[in-house]
């Protein structure tokens, strides 16, 4: 289920709390006037909302929409352990499951949050703020969360080839590849994998793996200042030692040999 929340207007955080299950436990079944956001910070546990079904571990964070009947599929795993908090619903938010409206604008049910630190910051803040007698920042928090989900998702969509072909890279120092190769690797076209890299880092595909050899080369340098150009070259996957120097020159300023003078 999708959910658009109208930021224009201000929601209020009603009800927050930290909840351990030291036995297992089934969520009540009941339909909500408000939203419920669960975080999971230990455990497992399965819901049900309407004909969905969510299965929720670690770092899961679960909205279970306002007006829509939500439920426990099976007790929670033992010693299981949540935040939460209950949400107005304000005029303008939409609730279903194709809203007509910018997806992009939209947050699924169920976010996979173990990646982005930030939703886990926003949530605690949700929940201390309300239980510290804090509502105006409690809210406030709330705007933060959503708009964390929404660049969190957006990420996800949008550079998760352009991550591919970093971590690629970076896990390959001793290759050159070509931008054919990596789009074969990742699964898309030459003209989508070079959009999406450099929609992510600013930077092409073939300037990023420069940039990257020659820090790889300064490191070598700084680390092991007896290795040599030659071996350095090599072990980056240049083709020779001259197009090596060419190169850290370029983006350095300095040549690979004024760089090892300056060291000492």
């Known amino acids: 289920m999708q959910n658009f929340f109208n930021l224009d207007e201000r929601h209020t955080v009603t009800e927050a709390n930290i909840n351990f299950y030291a036995n297992p436990f089934v969520h009540p079944k009941r339909k909500m006037k408000e939203y419920d956001f669960i975080y999971m910070l230990s ?114 969509n949008d550079t998760e080839t352009a991550t591919k072909i970093k971590n690629l890279i970076h896990s390959n120092p001793e290759k050159f590849y070509s931008n054919i190769e990596l789009a074969n690797k990742v699964n898309v076209s030459v003209k989508t994998a070079e959009n999406k890299f450099k929609e992510k880092f600013g930077i092409t595909i073939h300037q990023y793996i420069l940039n990257f050899k020659i820090e790889e080369a300064i490191s070598y340098f700084n680390t092991f200042p007896k290795i040599s150009i030659k071996e350095t070259a090599s072990n980056l996957g240049f083709y020779d030692e001259y197009h090596f120097s060419k190169q850290f020159k370029k983006i350095t300023g300095l040549s690979p040999l004024k760089y090892k003078q300056q060291l000492r």
């Open 43 to 156: 455990g497992e546990w399965k819901f049900g909302q309407n004909d969905e079904t969510f299965h929720l571990k670690k770092d899961s964070l679960l909205i279970l929409s306002a007006n829509q009947t939500h439920f426990g599929l099976s007790p929670c795993q033992k010693e299981t352990k949540t935040m939460y908090f209950h949400l107005s619903i304000e005029d303008g938010d939409l609730i279903g499951s194709n809203l007509d409206i910018n997806k992009d604008e939209t947050i699924e049910s169920l976010t996979d949050a173990s990646n982005n630190k930030n939703i886990k910051r926003f949530f605690s803040q949700i929940v201390s703020s309300k239980l510290s007698g804090n509502q105006r920042k409690a809210n406030i928090y709330f705007d933060l969360l959503i708009c964390e989900l929404l660049e969190d998702k957006h990420n996800k």
